[in-house]
């Protein structure tokens, strides 16, 4: 496969995965994305904005919560976002430690 292809079908995937966590998943918290697989929308995000950054392009975390949520970030808590319980929330502290501040370090 060249690599023109390969970053065609790469784009694709990631599109399909950003479709199915946006519109087919709305019921899926990010919290609970993080405690069980270590990222979460906000993640994609982030990396959608580093990614962004690292080709010249600025762009701030609220920016590229946008560009991946389609709308901000608080628009997104309103319509989408539960609260979570104490027990997610200590759960979510060590997974965040453990995938977001360790990658950063």
């Known amino acids: 496969m060249d690599d023109q292809t390969r970053l065609e079908i790469e784009a694709a995937a990631f599109r399909r995965l950003q479709k ?19 990222f979460c929308r906000n993640c994609l995000a982030r990396w959608y904005q580093e990614a962004a950054v690292e080709r010249g392009i600025e762009m701030d975390k609220e920016e590229g919560r946008v ?28 997974a965040f430690a453990e995938n977001v501040l360790k990658e950063k370090s």
């Open 20 to 38: 199915h966590l946006m519109e087919d998943r709305l019921d899926v918290q990010n919290i609970d994305m993080m405690n069980l697989a270590g």
């Open 67 to 94: 560009a991946f949520y389609g709308m901000s970030t608080a628009e997104w808590k309103e319509k989408y976002q539960s609260n979570a319980s104490p027990a997610k929330q200590a759960e979510f502290e060590v």
